[in-house]
């Protein structure tokens, strides 16, 4: 999901599932389930396939709403 007036760069992948904030300027690969916000755009959290935020654990996302597990890449948080 792109938000509104979000640009994201030439080359850029967005992963499946993946969420970019409104107004948000993506210029590196966002992860499968990646929440990324902000100008540059940087990896916040993660997000489930219905679209809530994952609590994550030992390298698992569990959703609160759905009740999905999903892998994350925990290594990705931050500046990578």
Same mark, same amino acid.
């Given at each position: 999901?792109?938000?509104?007036?979000?640009?994201?760069? #030439?080359?850029?992948? %967005? $992963?499946?599932?993946?969420?970019? /904030? &409104?107004?948000? *300027? @993506?210029?590196?690969?966002?992860?499968?389930?990646?929440?990324?916000?902000?100008? #540059?755009?940087?990896? %916040? $959290?993660?997000?489930?396939?219905? /679209? &809530?935020?994952? *609590? @994550?654990?030992?390298?698992?996302?569990?959703?609160?709403?759905?009740?999905?597990?999903?892998?994350?890449? %925990?290594?990705?948080?931050?500046?990578?």
């Amino acid at each position: 999901s792109v938000g509104a007036c979000a640009v994201v760069l #030439p080359g850029v992948t %967005v $992963g499946r599932f993946a969420m970019i /904030g &409104a107004g948000a *300027v @993506v210029t590196r690969d966002v992860p499968d389930h990646g929440l990324v916000l902000g100008t #540059p755009a940087r990896l %916040v $959290g993660w997000v489930c396939a219905c /679209g &809530a935020r994952l *609590v @994550v654990r030992d390298q698992m996302g569990h959703c609160p709403v759905c009740g999905s597990t999903v892998q994350v890449n %925990v290594n990705m948080q931050g500046d990578e």
